[in-house]
């Protein structure tokens, strides 16, 4: 039975540049690289070979417990491109609650994070913004004004 | 600053072939059916059109308040095909905390969800199986046996 989420998996073409986006973004690594190199793995994925380096990355003292696993492929080596639009199927975007998201958004604006619009946009009971890891994969902000409810 | 992680969105092809797929794995429904047109979703997507349909689903009762917000863009449509491969750069899959592994494969199966390998692989300190969603989207299950290490 499903208990729970536990992390989302982000394939990336170079883990040392992925890190750095991510601790400037505000994560920290919460579990340090270890190189795996294992059958097992390649018959879980299906993959020719199971090589590949992997560590944890979290938002500090997150009470979710959620995580970022984050790897990069050795053999088969991180293949592709993100999709490049929210339209695109697939795991399209991960979202961060943030408590302020124009101070947020400045602040990772001055330490080199892109985004996609000049300001936050107002959705349903959310302000958003949305930001590009160094894969270009979409990473969205969210502060929530009002109660749950829908938001894409 | 970042507070902790939200949700993950999964954008499908069919909004109601993939609500029937996430709850037979065992999610539910958390936030009904909204259909939205704005533009100001199109301005934090960049994309031409703003209008989708858009849900949420989580694990009963799970402690981490995560959800997957599942979208069907109907303007721009949903397009394009899930990543082919674990080494696929981008948000490669979402992965499950399970109770018990082995009799959760077996009650998926017989609820037609299909899986990689025919058995849960042992990779450090788990024991995990992936399925595909109706789109091909990788979703993985994971019982951990020992504890917390890295793991893919």
Chains 1, 2 share one sequence.
């Not at 920290?28 to 795996?36: G, H, Q, R």
Request: glycine share 6%; with cysteine.
């Amino acid at each position: 039975m499903i208990e729970d989420f536990q992390h989302v998996c982000i394939t990336c073409r170079d883990l040392e540049t992925s890190i750095r986006f991510y601790e400037r973004l505000g994560l920290e690594v919460i579990e340090p690289v270890s190189e795996l190199n294992e059958e097992a793995i390649a018959r879980a994925f299906q993959t020719a070979r199971g090589h590949l380096k992997v560590l944890h990355l979290a938002p500090p003292g997150a009470p979710s417990k959620m995580f970022i696993d984050l790897v990069q492929w050795l053999e088969p080596a991180s293949m592709g491109e993100a999709y490049p639009a929210a339209n695109h199927i697939g795991i399209n975007h991960l979202a961060f609650r943030v408590s302020d998201i124009d101070a947020t958004t400045a602040a990772l604006r001055e330490r080199g994070i892109r985004f996609l619009s000049e300001e936050p946009q107002s959705i349903g009971p959310v302000r958003t913004i949305l930001a590009t890891d160094p894969d270009g994969v979409f990473v969205q902000l969210l502060e929530w004004v009002q109660g749950p409810q829908a938001t894409a």
